[in-house]
């Protein structure tokens, strides 16, 4: 079993880690602070001619050809009959070995070292989130109808066995349930540690920040119910392309990778 577990938690973590690289990439990107966002630009080569720097449809499509083909580094137009030329990309095997020397550093500090850090990791996304739902109320980009399609209950769905079984992989995967890195970290408390107290806030707050962040998603949705045709929130794709309309010159995108680089830390680090 412990060797087992220690396989998953490697396995995590090259998961992770590649989301990290990811992201520091769009914060790298970000700190441009041009208009329009690297991942709202039309003027990419074979780019399609539905791309529009002025509707939400094309600065989705441009985000779109951006996180696969200057992300994922996936071939152009690639003719039929021929074998994809897949080629190294430098930009993610720099920013995967940045993400790796940052963890390697931050845990090497050990659990008292880490523990200050997470006091910002944690807290900065509630932060942001917040932040960023103020926003979207204050322009009113339809967060009526989102909050509504938010809080409907589709009751059909209650006899979806995927349904039950997403929810159910989502609360045992977030809650950490026989993970060894809780496992781990909870060896550390005192042997008279009320552990009930600790188990019963974890479920709370793990529950609020799961509504909480459904929610934040649906907001930022809102923008999305403008132009019909558009597909639903994606963490690389539809959700730069809301952020960058948000102005700033990129402010809001940079704040809202660094929030998603703070969320795979700790998810990292545990």
């Not at 998953?8 to 990811?22: D, E, P, Q, T």
């Not at 002025?54 to 696969?68: H, L, N, P, Q, S």
């Not at 926003?135 to 039950?164: A, G, I, R």
């Not at 119910?225 to 730069?240: A, D, R």
Request: negative net charge; proline residues 3%; contains cysteine.
């Amino acid at each position: 079993t412990g060797y087992g577990m220690v396989f998953i938690l490697f396995v995590i973590a090259i998961y992770y880690n590649i989301v990290i690289a990811w992201t520091l990439f769009y914060i790298c990107q970000s700190f441009a602070f041009s208009d329009p966002a690297p991942w709202a630009r039309c003027d990419y080569a074979n780019m399609s001619e539905d791309c529009s720097q002025d509707t939400m449809e094309g600065r989705v499509i441009a985000a779109k050809y951006y996180y696969e083909h200057r992300i994922l580094a996936l071939p152009i137009n690639e003719e039929e009959g021929h074998s994809p030329d897949y080629k190294v990309n430098l930009n993610m095997v720099g920013s995967l070995g940045i993400a790796w020397i940052l963890i390697v550093l931050f845990l090497a500090r050990g659990i008292r070292g880490t523990s200050r850090i997470l006091y910002f990791t944690v807290i900065y996304p509630y932060v942001m989130m917040a932040v960023i739902l103020a926003y979207s109320w204050d322009t009113k980009k339809n967060m009526l109808q989102s909050t509504e399609s938010f809080f409907t209950v589709n009751t059909t769905l209650f006899t979806s066995h995927e349904m039950w079984t997403s929810a159910a992989t989502h609360v045992i995967y977030s809650l950490g349930v026989a993970y060894g890195g809780i496992i781990a970290l909870a060896s550390y408390n005192k042997l008279h540690h009320n552990i009930l107290r600790d188990t019963f806030l974890v479920f709370l707050i793990e529950g609020l920040t799961s509504l909480i962040s459904a929610y934040f998603v649906y907001s930022l949705s809102g923008i999305l119910m403008e132009e019909p045709g558009i597909p639903s929130p994606n963490l690389f794709i539809t959700l730069p392309a809301v952020l960058s309309e948000m102005g700033l010159l990129g402010l809001w995108t940079l704040l809202f990778f660094v929030m998603i680089f703070t969320l795979g830390f700790d998810s990292q680090d545990l």
